[in-house]
């Protein structure tokens, strides 16, 4: 017993040390381990009196007692006792904090390329000055049309005499007013023609919409004169065939594509056509011309291949642009 203060100072001692050592561990975190986990458990504070009494309770060292017996050298160690440590309830348990690692975010491009905006016919011609046609453009949009399909020679043949061309419209006329000045002696022409299938002056337009306006806009210059809607909007071809042998007609206003049917029919005669005029100039609600549209300029063409071109070679035709 003389060694009792000696071992408690001791067992004091060596409690003290492993508490700062594992105080140590448990602010780093690792607890001696290698490869400290990402998520890390925030450390709940304990009283430093109350780790020190169950550290020393844990390491306790006890000394040699001498038996009162003269032979007895036996030592008895103490058993360790061991105090349970009291688990924090789920009141008390503080959220866990988790560091996650986030993958790199790819850099992208910010800057977006803007994709140009096809232009259109529309917004060409809505730019443009109106010009009035001119024969040449009607030579060039024949020859730009024939020059895939024919040979040299057979595209010098197309090209028509200046002499068989009419005045063009200067954007200044009516249709009554450009008529009236193309044709002087109109009343005086219109008497003798007393042929059936046929007229003597043609109106070519782009829609029957149009080719009314026309034939409202022409009752100045027309007079007495007969005239036939020659479209296909609510007339059959077999109708029209009808009213060009039951009477004699002086005007004709419609599309290409009606008159070319009735010509292949053999319902209209193109000899004794003596005006061919192409409403060249309007423009419709898209700002086309009547060439400017693929469909109409087609039948155009193959409407001059049928007899016209070779009429206004012979100068019996005249062709103008109003």
Not at 312 to 322: I, M, R
Request: hydrophobic letters at 35%; a positive charge; one cysteine or more.
């Amino acid at each position: 017993m003389r060694n009792e203060p000696a071992l408690k100072t001791l067992n004091s001692s060596v409690a003290f040390i492993f508490l700062v050592r594992r105080m140590q561990l448990w602010e780093t975190g690792s607890h001696g381990q290698k490869g400290a986990p990402i998520c890390k458990v925030k450390p709940q504070p304990r009283d430093p009196c109350h780790l020190l009494h169950v550290q020393a309770s844990r390491f306790c060292i006890c000394a040699p007692e001498a038996s009162d017996g003269e032979g007895g050298g036996d030592t008895e160690v103490m058993q360790q006792e061991t105090v349970p440590v009291p688990v924090p309830s789920e009141e008390t348990k503080q959220p866990k904090e988790c560091f996650l690692i986030q993958p790199k975010e790819r850099k992208e491009n910010t800057t977006k390329t803007r994709k140009r905006r096809k232009k259109k016919i529309t917004d060409v011609l809505a730019k443009s000055e109106p010009k009035p046609g001119l024969p040449e453009d009607l030579q060039k949009l024949m020859k730009d049309y024939y020059s895939s399909r024919r040979s040299v020679i057979e595209l010098e043949e197309l090209n028509l005499p200046d002499s068989c061309f009419l005045k063009a419209n200067d954007l200044t006329h009516s249709l009554s007013s450009y008529l009236k000045e193309i044709c002087p002696k109109w009343v005086k022409l219109r008497k003798n023609h007393s042929e059936k299938k046929s007229v003597l002056m043609l109106i070519i337009c782009s829609s029957a919409i149009r080719a009314l306006e026309l034939i409202r806009s022409m009752t100045a210059f027309r007079g007495d004169s007969k005239v036939i809607k020659l479209f296909a909007k609510h007339i059959k071809v077999q109708e029209q065939v009808k009213l060009l042998e039951k009477r004699v007609v002086h005007l004709g206003v419609g599309t290409p594509g009606r008159i070319k049917e009735l010509v292949k029919q053999g319902g209209f005669n193109l000899i004794p056509l003596k005006f061919l005029v192409f409403d060249w100039n309007w423009r419709d609600q898209k700002l086309r011309r009547m060439m400017d549209i693929p469909e109409i300029r087609k039948e155009v063409f193959e409407l001059l291949e049928m007899g016209v071109l070779s009429l206004c070679k012979s100068e019996s035709l005249k062709l103008g642009l109003f």
